[in-house]
Every structure is written in structure tokens, then in C-alpha cells.
């Protein structure tokens, strides 16, 4: 069965600390990765895809995330975290075969002063 | 410039009710989403359009319709809602289906 998993529910950092968020996905054949945000209230917003081509990626708001094929991950990072990062993050997953996209339970982010 | 739009933002039905919820992208975009999201599950798909006249069903179909006689519009159909259709409804639209998804601010649907 295609999956998506995000092992970490909740992280807390401290602002300006080094983040990583974990995404490992199980699929025969390299499929198409995204990670999403979301804050409180509102609908998800790209962060940054991944088709192709360089296996490091760089998304917005100085993000980035790096696809492994042998270890079937996908983990975003950020060298230093702003107040503003805190919300929920997802990554997703497009087969690139029939027609289904699923999506990963998410990573809550909490940031501290 | 909108994006998607989704109608109503909040609801509140009693069981065996039945409600329609609406979204309007103004991209024009081929492909269209709806999704339900609930606390540890992530979203989940409920149908999808892959363009005007078609829809397909996705993870979690059951008790759900959908319709897309316009390209810009896509109708989510609760004919008898159930408590367990409560949930943070959301729609999202792309111009391919390897594109990303634009989403809707969501609509918040609690069935007593």
C-alpha cells in the first residue's frame, strides 16, 4: 500500500536553532514530493516540490529539503527558524501513477523565544 | 485575485440533513480536490476532477458526491450527513495533476 508517514506529531525549537522535519514515503517508483504549511485558520501553501533532477531543492521562506532515494525520504530543513514558522507541516506525495495524492499526518511546530 | 474560494467558512447541520459546499477557482485550472482534514489524519481525498464534466473518487468517498458542470466550479454533496462527517473540509485546485495544489481557506462542518 502507498504511504506516507511523518514520525514526529510535535516539535519545539528554540528560535534561530537548526530545524528538520522527517517525511518517508513507500512506493515502488520515484514519485512526485511536496511539502505544504499550514497556519492556524487557514489552507495549505507550497513550500517547495520535488520531481526531478538536483536531489537538494530550495523552497520559500528559506526552506529546503533533500530526497533520498535509498532511504525513501524526503526531510525539510531550515538552518535557522523564525517565530513565524510555527505551524503545521505536511508532505505529499504524488504517485506518478493512477490518480491519488495522499498526504502525511503532518508535523506541528512549536517555536520558543 | 482570489484562488479558491470555498462556501460556506462554517456550518452547522443536525444528522440525516443534507448541504451542498462550493468552490470556485478563478485559474483556470483542469484538476480540483476535495479533501477532509481531521485531527491525526491529515487530509484525506474525497473526490476528485481531472476536468469540467468528470470526477473520480478518492481515498474516503462514502457519503459524499461531487459535480463539476463548470471548469471554475466543484460542488461537494453531503445527501445525509452523519456525526462522523464532522470534519475541516478543503479544496484545492492545479492546473495538472503533478502540479501544486492551490487550496481554499477551508469550510468547517460540525453534524450534531
Known amino acids: 500500500a502507498q504511504s506516507v508517514t511523518q514520525p514526529d506529531i510535535h516539535i519545539t525549537v528554540s528560535e534561530g536553532a537548526s530545524l528538520e522535519l522527517r517525511c518517508n514515503y513507500s512506493?515502488?517508483?520515484?514519485?512526485?514530493l511536496f511539502w505544504y504549511v499550514q497556519s492556524p485558520g487557514q489552507g495549505l501553501q507550497l513550500l517547495l516540490k520535488?520531481?526531478?533532477?538536483?536531489?537538494l531543492v530550495q523552497g520559500i521562506k528559506g526552506f529546503e529539503a533533500e530526497f533520498k532515494r535509498s532511504q525513501s525520504s524526503f526531510n525539510l530543513r531550515k538552518p535557522s527558524v523564525h517565530w513565524s514558522d510555527a505551524a503545521e507541516y505536511f508532505c505529499?506525495?504524488?504517485?506518478?501513477?493512477?490518480?491519488?495524492?495522499?498526504f502525511g499526518t503532518g508535523t506541528s511546530l512549536t517555536v520558543i523565544p | 485575485n482570489a484562488g479558491v474560494t470555498q462556501t460556506p467558512k462554517f456550518r452547522v447541520l443536525k444528522t440525516g440533513q443534507s448541504m451542498t459546499l462550493l468552490c470556485a477557482q478563478d485559474m483556470n485550472h483542469e484538476y480540483m480536490y476535495w479533501y477532509r482534514q481531521d485531527p491525526g489524519m491529515g487530509l484525506r481525498l474525497i473526490h476528485y476532477?481531472?476536468?469540467?464534466?468528470?470526477?473520480a473518487k478518492g481515498e474516503v468517498p462514502d457519503g459524499y458526491n461531487v459535480s463539476r458542470l463548470k471548469k471554475q466550479n466543484f460542488l461537494l454533496g453531503l445527501e445525509s450527513a452523519a456525526p462522523s462527517q464532522t470534519s475541516v473540509y478543503f479544496c484545492?485546485?492545479?492546473?495538472?495533476?503533478?502540479?501544486?495544489?492551490?487550496f481554499g481557506d477551508g469550510t468547517r462542518l460540525s453534524i450534531l
Open positions: 520535488y520531481f526531478s533532477g538536483d536531489t
Open positions: 505529499a506525495v504524488d504517485s506518478n501513477t493512477g490518480n491519488q495524492f495522499y
Open positions: 512506493y515502488g517508483a520515484t514519485p512526485y
Open positions: 476532477s481531472v476536468g469540467e464534466g468528470t470526477t
Open positions: 484545492a485546485s492545479s492546473y495538472t495533476r503533478n502540479q501544486p495544489q492551490h
